[in-house]
């Protein structure tokens, strides 16, 4: 079922089999992103919390999915939001997690 946001749509890229790129229909603030990962998360289901590194105008969200560790960083003043693996050898489930985000937040 599609969540709705002021946020959604967003465009979800897999880039170069190593990363996917977010961007919100919206302009977002650093206060946001709580909702903003709670989007992104929600779309792949049984997630295990890790850790949060917090900087100046940056979140680091760090997770587990299907017993690999990734992380989805924000950067507020750049508006930028990403997902990839925390260890460059586990990129494989990234587009198996690119196809559920796709229908949730597009």
Excluded at 15 to 40: C, K, R
């Amino acid at each position: 079922m599609p969540q709705t946001s002021p946020y959604l749509p967003a465009s979800v890229e897999f880039v170069d089999q190593q990363m996917i790129t977010l961007v919100f229909s919206q302009y977002w603030y650093q206060e946001d992103i709580e909702e903003l990962a709670g989007l992104v998360l929600a779309g792949l289901g049984n997630i295990s919390s890790k850790n949060t590194v917090l900087g100046a105008d940056r979140e680091d969200i760090h997770f587990y999915w299907r017993n690999v560790c990734y992380v989805l960083y924000f950067e507020s003043n750049s508006q930028s939001c990403w997902l990839e693996a925390e260890s460059r050898e586990d990129h494989a489930l990234l587009a198996e997690m690119h196809e559920l985000l796709v229908p949730v937040l597009s």
